[in-house]
């Protein structure tokens, strides 16, 4: 995994992605810079009438590369416009972008850390990495889903089993990026269980349609 490169972050055009990238190339962090593949991953969302664009790094260099950019945005603090819409948040929610990070942009991490201590609010390191700590263990937890919903597409795969190839496949195989570029099962272990299950029901069902076609085509 050392070795590949991996998603580190989305623009949404090639000239920003390059002109970030630059702060890479500074620290001799090795990157690509890729066309986002419409593919389905659940740690981001795509948009199919727009074309962004990715940097990739390698896994081994994501700490180094998110320290880089944290220590590059926050010497572009003092050039924040005066009306930077985040200056109208309150206290808690510039202590909510600091709990969810990887919800926010290097940059406005950085500020709302500035203003945080600006009012008079402590924000030390050891505070912000037990933040990132907590938050990074509550992301990396799978997901689940309930039996209701489990007991739903069962059915639905009979029915129409494209939609169980699809559900089953996600369900079962489907991994989501953590900030530090590992990537970990989207779902608990039972969710897995039933997605490859629903999964290979609709396999067999598919199997059997092409088979009857092809016998009733003789």
């Known amino acids: 995994m050392n070795g590949e490169y991996l998603r580190f972050k989305l623009f949404p055009d090639k000239q920003t992605a390059e002109d970030f990238a630059e702060v890479l190339k500074q620290n001799n962090i090795e990157y690509q810079i890729e066309e986002d593949a419409l593919v389905f991953d659940p740690s981001y969302a795509n948009n199919p009438l727009s074309k962004d664009y990715v940097i990739l790094i390698k896994q081994s260099d994501f700490k180094l590369a998110s320290y880089t950019y944290d220590e590059y945005f926050a010497e572009q603090l003092s050039e924040v416009p005066e009306d930077y819409y985040l200056y109208s948040f309150t206290d808690d929610e510039l202590q909510e972008i600091l709990a969810k990070p990887d919800e926010w942009g290097s940059f406005d991490y950085q500020l709302a850390k500035e203003l945080l201590m600006q009012r008079g609010i402590e924000v030390s390191k050891e505070k ?43 369900w079962g195989y489907s991994k989501k990026q953590l900030p530090d570029g590992y990537r970990v099962s989207a779902y608990n272990s039972s969710v897995q269980m039933h997605g490859r299950t629903i999964f290979l029901i609709s396999i067999i069902l598919f199997v059997l349609t092409v088979i009857l076609r092809i016998v009733n085509v003789r």
């Open 128 to 170: 912000t990495e037990r933040m990132k700590a907590e938050r990074y263990k509550e992301i990396a937890q799978p997901e689940g889903e309930s039996v209701k919903n489990i007991v739903g597409y069962y059915i639905v795969s009979i029915l129409f089993f494209p939609i169980g190839l699809i559900i089953g496949w996600v």
